[in-house]
C-alpha cells in the first residue's frame, strides 16, 4: 500500500498544524467542543515536538499522498512508562484500510520499552482499534484500565522490550 511513516521535519509543523484540525474536528463529537465561531478547529502548537527532548513527530503518507501524523512522548502517566502515544490521526479516506495498524506497529517497532496508549472512553472506535492493534502486536500480553486525567480515558499498558 506504500505506506510511509517518517520523522517530520521542523519545515512539516504548519502541515502538522493543518491536518489536527481534522484531528480536532473529529474528537470534536467526543470532547463535546463547540464549533469555532469562525468555523476553524485548532489544536495547540505542537512546536515543542520539534524542540523539546523527549517529543517525536512523525508524518504519515500513504501513496504519496498524506494521510496523518503521529505524536510519541517520553514518559507517561506513571514513572515506569517509557512512552506514549501523545496524539495520532490517520485521514478518514485511510481509515479501515489497515493504514493505521501499520502505522501504530510501526511507531511501535521505532520504540522499545513499557508502552501507554490513551484513548477518550466515550471513543468507542479508537479503544477498539487499540485494543485488536495492540492485542495482536503483543500476542494478548498489555492491561486495560480506566483512569480520569482530563476527562475519563481507556488506558491501555503493554511492554515491548527486546529480550
Not at 11 to 28: G, H, K, M, V, W
Not at 99 to 125: C, D, L, S, Y
Not at 127 to 151: M, N, P, R
Request: net charge negative; glycine share 6%; with cysteine.
Amino acid at each position: 500500500m506504500n505506506i510511509e511513516i517518517t520523522e517530520a521535519t521542523r519545515e512539516e509543523q504548519p502541515i502538522i498544524q493543518n491536518l489536527a484540525r481534522f484531528y480536532i474536528y473529529d474528537l470534536s463529537e467526543f470532547q463535546q467542543r463547540k464549533c469555532p465561531d469562525d468555523g476553524l478547529f485548532e489544536d495547540e502548537d505542537y512546536g515543542r515536538y520539534w524542540t523539546e527532548p523527549g517529543h517525536f513527530p512523525f508524518l504519515v503518507t500513504c501513496r504519496n499522498e498524506l494521510a496523518g501524523f503521529v505524536f510519541v512522548e517520553e514518559g507517561g502517566s506513571s514513572a515506569d512508562i517509557d512512552y506514549n502515544i501523545a496524539e495520532f490521526f490517520i485521514v478518514r479516506k485511510f481509515r479501515g484500510k489497515g493504514v493505521a495498524r501499520f502505522v501504530a506497529r510501526g511507531i511501535f517497532q521505532k520504540f522499545h520499552g513499557n508502552w501507554e496508549v490513551m484513548a477518550i472512553a466515550e471513543n468507542t472506535p479508537a479503544i477498539a482499534f487499540w485494543k485488536k492493534t495492540i492485542d495482536e502486536s503483543t500476542q494478548g500480553h498489555y492491561t486495560t484500565l480506566s483512569e480520569v486525567h482530563e476527562c475519563a480515558m481507556e488506558v491501555m499498558r503493554f511492554s515491548n522490550t527486546r529480550k
